[in-house]
């Protein structure tokens, strides 16, 4: 029977899973494709301009990644307590907060880019055609954060084929879009740009029409536009999303800071850092994949008061996520310096980057704990002790770096961040149990 229990509750993860991790590696294709398209131009401004943009957007669209984790968790839960009108007013809910926010960044969209070449130095021509991208990329912002709120909603209903196909879809928009715009039409940078922003559209476009088509009938639909936006409501919405709001600005401060320290190093030691990144990314999309799954179920269940399932999941994620980690050790183990060497041809960069190997190979055990335990935390919406980690560990990160930076130089770059991942996996670990006790 216990066997049985497990090799379902398998299936669930799985399911949740798959499709998750298949939508996190289409991703990054969108800024590939673009980048793609933009090295057959002619000019290295053009790819700059489009690396520019594109971190940008990454940046804005990351920090507001709480409109999907939140909108996750919140879901899980209620569609665990079967509570069908409360499922769809998180729906309205996030997706109204989105849109207020993107309508917000299209107001201020001249002083944020004014800021953001305040701290980023590029040459006249890659700002003047970074400019041009992001004008025309910003009108993308309605769309980009309502899908944001219509994700996190279809991985509460325990269904991430969904976001798996609106991925699928605006990679594919994107691609003859592009393609249309700059080869045909002759519109370089700004084809580029129209090309994403009909992407974005079109996936915005797909979400509401599979929402209207296979959930609409289903859940009964009575709109009471006061309960939407009754205040108790709205602000347990806005604790949790802060929460998450703060804890990815310290996230988004560890990785900037990665990236600028090993900049000033040289570009060598960018080069390899950035490259040894790559591996940390690869191993990332597939935990994060098994972290929806912890959102999802961990949400599900404890909605529907069941804590022997709830732990069951949890011991079940972990039992993946220590064989993801030992099977991603021993590949990179094998094959991580054949993998760099189809990154980069330059044999100081390969070189240099097998004196930091080691730490790379110790990245999966340190971090999975990481990622799940984010995961079933927001199922759980208890989000202020993702954010008391997060703060530890990224307070420690600093601290370690500044200690040891002028014996280590580089060494202790990764150090820090090995120490970082393995603390907020623990001290969520820890503060998990702690919160159970005194519930």
Known sequence: MIDKKQSSENRRILRIAIPSIISNITVPLLGLID??????????AYIGAIAVGGMLFNIIYWIFGFLRMGTSGMTSQAYGQHDLNEITRLLLRSVGVGLFIALCLLILQYPILKLAFTLIQTTPEVEQLATTYFYICIWGAPATLGLYGFAGWFIGMQNSRFPMFIAITQNIVNIVASLIFVFVFGMKVQGVAMGTLIAQYGGFGMAVFLWFAFYRKRLNIRVCWHEVMDKVAMRRFFQVNGDIFFRTLCLVAVTTFFTSTGARQGDIVLAVNTLLMQLFTLFSYIMDGFAYAGEALAGRYIGAHNKIALSRTIRLLFGWGIGLSLSFTLLYGVGGKGFLSLLTNDPAVIQEAGTYFYWVLAVPLAGFAAFLWDGILIGATATRLMLYSMLVASGTFFLI???????????????????????????????????????
């Open 401 to 439: 770096y500044y200690l040891f930076s002028g014996m280590m130089g580089n060494h202790a770059l990764w150090m820090a961040f090995l120490i970082y991942l393995l603390l907020r996996g623990s001290m969520q670990w820890v503060l998990w149990n702690r919160h159970n006790e005194l519930a």
């Open 35 to 44: 980048v793609t398209i933009v090295g057959h131009l002619g000019s290295p």
